[in-house]
């Protein structure tokens, strides 16, 4: 099985379409309800389960709070949607006890209050292993960009550097001595980009966007099929960390697999010279791919680079 096929399978056989308020189907980041006034309730869910996402000996409990609500609010913040509110499905093994539910709630509580999001109720119930997932509501204005809009000539850019994430997962399987601050703190403390997407959505002409989640290859794919598009990323373009560089060989498709990152993929027919924000590609012709030209002018398809929940292992499987 591939998340995505089912994903597709699911949109055939069901027939989720657009409906009366809620104006977008699936395959986006988020999905919409049409309030009283042509405002818009932006929702999404996101989970993270013991051994996929995380292990229980990498990470205080805290910090397992923390990333979940980092991953759930990631979603709104790449729609430049104002967070409300959080429901919280929390899944607890035996062997986790009241002072751990007590110290995941404080990270879930210490971003939600960043954000002035209220977690307001949600479930808990027993489980073999720990999961939690949240989602998240909040509200817009009008609809955002999709994934759907990227157009021939649109420039592909992304906000940060990449490949931190990947790097703390690498480093802790080999049982590394030392690990970066940086690196911990990027794998520990995600950060929704709300500033950045606000920025980017308010001074620019955006045709598709979202949060980079499972790898730059593999949302850029996603992108790319939704838009019914070709990507071709430029190898000497893409911004891996410098710290990556130390520790990896092939520092490029390294970070281009490094899933978990949270920042912003997005199209625009704009050229933008911002700091912190990477013009990575271009977008050419009709088709559903993602091409890396290489720096010896090589071409090769990179559209699976990144993590699949179903089709494969977990990176934190040894």
């Keep these: 099985?591939?998340?995505?096929?089912?994903?597709?399978?699911?949109?055939?056989?069901?027939?989720?379409?657009?409906?009366?308020?809620?104006?977008?189907?699936?395959?986006?980041?988020?999905?919409?309800?049409?309030?009283?006034?042509?405002?818009?309730?932006?929702?999404?869910?996101?989970?993270?389960?013991?051994?996929?996402?995380?292990?229980?000996?990498?990470?205080?409990?805290?910090?397992?709070?923390?990333?979940?609500?980092?991953?759930?609010?990631?979603?709104?913040?790449?729609?430049?949607a104002t967070p409300i509110m959080a429901l919280v499905d929390l899944h607890i093994p035996q062997y986790i006890d009241e002072k751990a539910i007590k110290e995941i709630y404080k990270g879930m509580e210490a971003l939600s209050n960043r954000f002035s999001v209220a977690i307001s109720g949600g479930n808990i119930s027993k489980d073999v292993r720990l999961s939690l997932s949240i989602t998240v509501i909040g509200e817009k204005d009008t609809l955002p960009p999709l994934r759907n809009g990227a157009q021939e000539g649109d420039?592909?850019?992304?906000?940060g550097t990449l490949g931190l994430p990947l790097l703390f997962v690498k480093l802790k399987k080999k049982g590394a001595d030392f690990i970066p601050e940086k690196v911990q703190s990027k794998f520990f403390?995600?950060?929704?980009?709300?500033?950045?997407?606000?920025?980017?959505l308010t001074n620019y002409k955006v045709t598709s966007i979202m949060d980079i989640?499972?790898?730059?290859?593999?949302?850029?794919?996603?992108?790319?099929?939704?838009?019914?598009?070709?990507?071709?990323?430029?190898?000497?373009?893409?911004?891996?960390?410098?710290?990556?560089?130390?520790?990896?060989?092939?520092?490029i498709l390294f970070a281009l697999s490094s899933g978990e990152e949270y920042e912003l993929l997005f199209t625009s027919p704009n050229y933008i010279r911002e700091?912190?924000?990477?013009?990575?590609?271009?977008?050419?012709?009709?088709?559903?791919?993602?091409?890396?030209?290489?720096?010896?002018?090589?071409?090769?398809?990179?559209?699976?680079?990144?993590?699949?929940?179903?089709?494969?292992?977990?990176?934190?499987t040894p």
């Design 1 to 80: 099985m591939m998340e995505d096929s089912i994903i597709e399978n699911i949109k055939k056989e069901v027939k989720l379409r657009k409906k009366g308020r809620i104006p977008v189907p699936i395959g986006d980041d988020c999905t919409y309800l049409e309030e009283q006034g042509k405002k818009y309730l932006v929702i999404s869910v996101d989970s993270m389960t013991e051994d996929v996402h995380f292990k229980l000996d990498w990470l205080p409990f805290y910090f397992i709070g923390y990333r979940a609500m980092a991953a759930a609010l990631s979603d709104l913040a790449a729609k430049d």
């Design 275 to 316: 700091k912190g924000i990477y013009r990575v590609g271009i977008v050419k012709g009709s088709g559903e791919g993602v091409n890396l030209v290489k720096n010896d002018g090589k071409v090769i398809d990179i559209s699976s680079f990144g993590f699949d929940h179903l089709e494969q292992e977990s990176p934190l």
């Design 189 to 200: 403390k995600p950060l929704p980009r709300f500033d950045a997407a606000h920025f980017i």
């Design 155 to 159: 420039y592909i850019y992304i906000t």
């Design 213 to 251: 989640s499972d790898g730059l290859g593999k949302d850029a794919w996603r992108l790319a099929k939704e838009s019914k598009r070709t990507f071709f990323l430029y190898e000497s373009l893409i911004p891996v960390n410098k710290i990556v560089r130390t520790y990896v060989s092939e520092p």
